[in-house]
């Protein structure tokens, strides 16, 4: 089954953690597919929050709404930026360091976790 037309407003949703990324990482489930696990999400890191060096097993897009995320060598991805990830391990990305609560529209194509994960 694919994805069913969805209309929400994230503003009454309530932030729930993000228990494999620990303290400081949270995410509104927008809309998601049992089947495929693809699926579009609101995720928040507060500021200072560390997300390690990762991968996904499905590709991602994501949209910068507030904040900025920085990796080791000083880039930044701020508001209003866009970044793409094809899926496979061979595109590990981070570690990345919040700057200010940064917050994204980020869209799966499959599971954002690998299952041993």
């Known amino acids: 089954m694919a994805r069913e037309l969805v209309f929400v407003n994230p503003e ?3 932030w729930g953690p ?3 990324l620990g303290t400081g990482a949270w995410l509104k489930v927008l809309s998601y597919d049992e089947e495929t696990k693809a699926g579009a999400y609101l995720i928040k890191f507060d500021d200072g929050f560390r997300e390690p060096l990762h991968s996904h097993p499905g590709a991602h897009d994501i949209f910068f709404i507030q904040g900025c995320l920085v990796d080791d060598k000083g880039n930044e991805s701020c508001a209003g930026s ?8 061979k595109h590990e990305h981070g570690p990345f360091t919040a700057k200010g609560d940064v917050i994204f529209f980020a869209c799966f194509d499959g599971p954002v976790f690998y299952p041993e994960e």
């Open 82 to 89: 866009y970044f793409y990830s094809p899926a496979g391990q």
């Open 18 to 20: 993000i228990e494999k």
């Open 12 to 14: 009454s949703m309530e």
